[in-house]
């Protein structure tokens, strides 16, 4: 079945430390995205790729790291700079530009401070 | 896990009732709105989307409606089921020199036996 794949679905992180958010996804599509979602919040962009070896900023890039060398990749990687990391991340593909079309979820990678 | 509802609005119906989840969109220039269906722990799912160029459309069980007049989206499921009970939020499409969707923050709906 084609879908995104988040990994793992839980992970701590010791002060000090960066950690990187795996998604795969097989669904051939061009865009690719990553949301932080916090308690009673909605979700917020963090990083987002059109097509692969570029990406850009979202609303709420500080602290985040992504690359995109594969069409089917696009890991995200909390820095240590990212003072409350402490949330859900979610990661979203579309088959172009996201802004007028569906985007497809994974189901998520919850990351906590030990 | 800690839920994302926290803090939501919520909406308690009985099993079989119809349930109107309403929005309030911030853009008048947005041209495309989209539901999304989220249980604990999950991904969004997809539900229903709506182009500007639209007051009305119907998928199985939901129908989503906007006033554009009001800047205003509701998503209404009927014969609502315990199945149905999650978080819902609506998203905008925003230019902000990028074109992305803007979801909102969401509304609990729990839906008793």
């Known amino acids: 079945d084609g879908g995104i794949t988040q990994s793992p679905k839980y992970l701590f992180r010791k002060e000090g430390q960066n950690v990187t958010l795996s998604c795969e996804q097989n669904l051939n599509h061009d865009a690719m995205y990553w949301y932080r979602q916090d308690p009673g919040q909605g979700l917020r962009l963090i990083y987002y790729s059109q097509i692969v070896n570029d990406f850009q900023k979202g609303d709420i890039a500080e602290g985040y790291s992504v690359s995109r060398e594969k069409k089917e990749s696009f890991p995200l990687t909390v820095t240590s700079a990212q003072k409350n990391p402490t949330a859900f991340y979610l990661c979203?593909?579309?088959?172009?530009?996201?802004?007028?079309?569906?985007?497809?979820f994974g189901d998520g990678t919850r990351l906590s401070i030990l | 896990g800690e839920s994302v509802g926290l803090h939501l609005p919520t909406l308690s119906v009985q099993e079989g009732d119809n349930s109107i989840i309403n929005c309030a969109y911030s853009?008048?220039?947005?041209?495309?709105f989209i539901w999304y269906k989220q249980e604990s722990g999950k991904g969004p799912q997809f539900i229903i989307d709506i182009r500007s160029n639209m007051d009305k459309r119907q998928g199985q069980r939901v129908t989503v409606l906007l006033n554009k007049t009001v800047k205003h989206l509701s998503l209404q499921i009927a014969a609502t089921q315990p199945g149905d009970s999650a978080v819902y939020f609506c998203a905008e499409n925003m230019d902000k020199g990028y074109s992305t969707l803007t979801f909102g923050k969401g509304t609990m709906l729990l839906v008793s036996p």
């Open positions: 979203a593909s579309s088959p172009g530009q996201g802004g007028r079309q569906p985007q497809h």
């Open positions: 853009n008048s220039a947005s041209d495309y």
